[in-house]
């Protein structure tokens, strides 16, 4: 955990809580200087065992996101829904909201993509049943 304060450099805040959740708070530029650090701390989160019941990024410190931010929220969000865990994008600033409408992806981030019912199964078929302990 970082003690700066200063929002303009970069830093990730990861938990995960009591209830299952997994959560990054996102401070600084989400760029090509942090995209790959950004997408290893979201798999890292996703490799538990169990998956987390959701993974929630808090993007209110978010300063900028540029072609390789958005890049790797992609890439997260495709790993969110392998390990059928639902993705929402917390205190979206309008910069970053602008980008997900413009390039069609807003929908990705509302936390439906990732539910298992969405997530192919074994068979490549999507609707698979939900894991146990999942609804």
Known sequence: MSTTSDDSVFHLDTALDA?????????????WDSADEFTEAARALLRADPAPRRLRLDCARLTLCDSLGLASLLMVQRASAEAGTPLHLDNRPEALRRLLDMTGTAELFDGSAGRAADAPDASGEAGAAPPPGRT
């Open 19 to 31: 209830t299952g959740d997994a959560h990054i708070r996102i401070t600084g530029d989400l760029d």
